[in-house]
C-alpha cells in the first residue's frame, strides 16, 4: 500500500457522492470545469515503528472549486454546504484501501487558511522495503557429532 492507494481510495468516495464532479489530481488547468474538486497529497511522514513496520502519518487536502457568479466570485453558500459534505465524507473514521481499514478525521483550512479546503488526516501501518526483500536461503548445511569416551 502506498500514497497513490489512500488517494485512490478518497477520490473514489468523492466520485461515488457527486458524480457529475470533476476530481482534479494534478495541477488545476487554467480553464477547468466547475463545479469540481482538487485533491493533492499535502505531507507523508513515516517513523520506525519496529523492525520492518513504520507508522505513517498523511495529509490529503480537497480544494472545493464551486461555479462562479457574473463577478468572478465562487457562491459562498453552496462553499459552504459542499465543505460541510466533504468533512463528513468519512463517517465512521475509516477509510478502505485495498483490504485494510485506515483511520481519517477531516478538518477546514488549507494553506493561509483557504476557506474551500478539507485537509484528511491518515494514520496507519505499513511494511518498511527492508522487509520486502528476499535473501537467500542457506545452502546445505552438515553437522559432524562426535562424543568423547
Known sequence: MNGDDVQTAINTALVEKWPARKVYLTLLPKELERPAFYLYMVKESAVSAMRYVERVTAQYAVEIVEEDDEYGQM???????????????????????????LNISAASGGPDDAINVVNFTLDYFRETAEAQKEYPVAGTVTTTIRTEE
Open 75 to 101: 457562491d459562498f453558500d453552496a462553499l459552504r454546504s459542499t465543505m460541510a459534505a466533504v468533512k463528513v465524507l468519512f463517517p465512521n473514521g475509516k477509510v478502505k484501501v485495498d483490504d485494510r481499514y
